[in-house]
């Protein structure tokens, strides 16, 4: 298996009910929900209709997944780290991850907005630590700070 330092995907199967799944190149596989996008976002309107969500494929390399007819893509980075939170098993994480991908937020750039090092964002994100409740707050803080400018 191919090492990964960034999310890239083998393969990409839509399942029922706004699913995709996922097989990373280091073997990793997860299933990542997109219903709540697929409803809650305008740009991915198209993707209500069971067919052409089925129509999903790999471009880049593996670096998106794309619905070409529509000029609908998602990076893999924001799928890989959807999948993250989708699974993790504290919901701390889960909602830290979930800060990250809904602000488009790399590893640098997560680190410099709440003050952390990107060591500890990653950290976190892997769950290697548990994410500390104040960490939340200041992410849902920077959050609100954000949507009002």
């Known amino acids: 298996?191919?090492?990964?330092?960034?999310?890239?995907?083998?393969t990409v199967t839509a399942?029922?009910?706004?699913?995709?799944?996922?097989?990373?190149?280091?073997?990793?596989?997860?299933?990542?929900?997109?219903a709540e996008d697929v409803v809650k976002l305008p740009g991915l309107k198209p993707l209500q209709d069971d067919d052409i969500f089925a129509g999903v494929v790999i471009a880049d390399g593996g670096w998106v997944v794309e619905w070409p007819a529509f000029d609908i893509q998602i990076g893999t980075d924001t799928l890989w780290l959807d999948a993250q939170a989708q699974t993790a098993k504290d919901p701390a994480t889960r909602e830290f991850?979930?800060?990250?991908?809904?602000?488009?937020?790399?590893?640098?750039?997560?680190?410099?907005?709440?003050?952390?090092?990107?060591?500890?964002?990653?950290?976190?994100?892997?769950?290697?630590?548990?994410?500390?409740?104040?960490?939340?707050?200041?992410?849902?803080?920077?959050?609100?700070?954000?949507?009002?400018?």
């Open 1 to 10: 298996m191919a090492s990964m330092k960034r999310p890239r995907l083998a």
């Open 15 to 34: 399942l029922p009910g706004f699913i995709l799944s996922l097989c990373f190149i280091d073997g990793s596989r997860y299933n990542v929900s997109l």
């Open 97 to 149: 991850l979930a800060w990250r991908s809904r602000n488009g937020l790399s590893l640098s750039l997560a680190a410099s907005a709440i003050g952390l090092t990107t060591r500890t964002v990653s950290a976190y994100g892997t769950g290697k630590r548990p994410v500390p409740r104040y960490i939340v707050l200041a992410c849902k803080g920077w959050e609100a700070e954000h949507q009002h400018r």
